[in-house]
């Protein structure tokens, strides 16, 4: 299937800094794919680069299989770092010009969206005496308007409150059911972890890797296991045989195990019929926030 | 095209900057004129020869056919005025990143100079327009029945009119293009057009040199010369007069190559330069 968005060998520098450094992946269709990264390291310029508001240098990228142009973009809702809009205008006024520039949508979208993200009463008030949470939304309405079949977000949850993150996160869910492609940049992993089918995790402006959420962040089984003996305990569970990786943290030993098939029955077993007795053995789930840390700090050295 | 100047009037219609501009327009340019008109009957109603000859040999400056140059000279000081509405407008975009908007949203690069250069043609004409019912009221009020059916002579200092507002306005517009923020481009503009190119052309006539011609906005000035009312009445000052009106052919040559000079160096920029 033709991907919905194809990069190839991206490369960006302002000056000496090098913002992205032989980018490549592809975006499948109706997937949620989340662009991942600490601060810097360069989500932004990635997206600005494909909504053709900076110019890559190096590198190409298609969207829908043909090169990007005007009218690629007008099929796309986007939302890029901040909300852009006339301070003057109202919401109406502000959602007027992105329909007419963009030929989505009807003047009973407007207010269809401007429902959507809960703002229809304050529909005619002027942008500059918004708060940066109803700007943000606006800026949501307006990725939204005409239904687009691709949104890319740039920190969509930036500035709301803990309801309307629940909300944002709901309404991807939706667009997803309804088989939009939804390519959001983020560093807040939760929301990735929560929405995305795809990730991409940049660091320093280089691609670290890319796919299936499932097989990037393949999440471990850790047990954590504690003994009087500590030594001992250690000892013994070197030899113990499923385990992929033993890591010694204080009074703590942590073994990880291939998804599903920690076996605490048996490491209880193993460490008795050998003389330790287990005073603490607690299974752990590793959050993605963990993976991530692990997988951006890998590449330090 | 049309499409596009609708956009812009969406963004344009709602801001307050713009009736501001036209009440100002509305009332600067008949204030301007009024004023000169008042200077010109005091030189006049002087009651030694010298108002007589004036009176004599340059007519009333205010009647048909002149009264289309001389209201053109006095309006186009204010293009100050509708200069910082176009400096507003451009850095605006600048200011709330809209700029990038219009590009996600769909327009392309290019399309977003086609949309300012129309701003600047329409709010050119619009201001033409008030000079020229500006300049007809006074023809007609100063006219007396011979002067008043030569209305139709000199009816192309509108067309100049329109050129040089077109011209200078385009020079605003690259500056605040270039600029991005609103108070430098202000500044540039006004330092440069009250100060700055007034001292070069002082020290060019000091040197002697002819050039100054060719600064930027004297190139445009120069298509609505001084009424010669306003110099002294004698022989040289009468040739320069005739010299001056006589250039106004080579100026709107020189007017358009720079102006479209300016704005292809817009569109250039504008596709090379990061958003």
Known sequence: MQPTLSLQNISKNYGSIQALNNVSFDVPMGSVFGILGPNGSGKTTLLSIILDILNAPTGSFTWFGKKSSAESRKKIGSLLETPNFYHYLSATDNLQITQAISGRGNAADIDAVL?????????????????????????????????????????????????????????????????????????????????CTHVAILKKGNLLVAGNVNEVLINEDIVEVSAADITLLENILQEYPSKTFLKKEDNIIQLYFPVGTANLTDINEYCFQRGVIINMLLQKKKSLETKFLEITSATNN | MLQLLKIEWLKIKKYPAFWWMLAIVALTYPGINYMFHSIYENIISRKDMAGNVAKFILGNPFAFPDAWHSVAYFSSFFVIVPALLIIMLVTNEYTYKTHRQNIIDGWSRNQFIHAKMMDVMIISIIV???????????????????????????????????????????????????????????????????????????????????????????????????????????????????????????????????????WWLCYFLNKKRDL
């Open chain 1, 115 to 195: 429902e959507t993200v809960n703002l229809l009463q304050r529909k005619k008030s002027k942008f500059s005496t918004y708060s940066l949470g109803m700007k943000q939304r606006l800026a949501i309405a307006g990725a939204l308007l005409g239904n687009p079949d691709v949104l890319v977000l740039d920190e969509p949850t930036n500035g709301l409150d803990p309801v309307g993150i629940a909300e944002i996160r709901n309404l991807i869910k939706q667009l997803s059911e309804q088989g939009k492609t939804i390519i959001m940049a983020s560093h807040l992993l939760d929301e990735v972890e929560k929405v």
């Open chain 2, 128 to 262: 033409t327009v008030s000079y020229s019912v500006v300049a007809a009221v006074f023809g007609f009020y100063f006219s007396d029945a011979v002067h008043a059916t030569r209305w139709a002579e000199e009816l192309q200092y509108i067309v100049l009119f329109f050129l040089h507002t077109f011209a200078q306005l385009s020079w605003a517009f690259l500056l605040a293009f270039i600029f991005r923020k609103a108070f430098i481009s202000l500044g540039v503009f006004v330092f440069y057009s009250i100060i700055i190119e007034n001292i070069i052309k002082a020290y060019f006539r000091f040197k002697e040199w002819s050039s100054s011609e060719f600064l930027p906005l004297e190139i445009s000035n120069r298509l609505l010369p001084m009424p010669n009312f306003l110099g002294k009445i004698n022989a040289a000052s009468n040739e320069a007069y005739k010299k001056a009106l006589d250039n106004i052919n080579w100026h709107i040559l020189y007017t358009i190559i720079i102006t479209s000079a300016i």
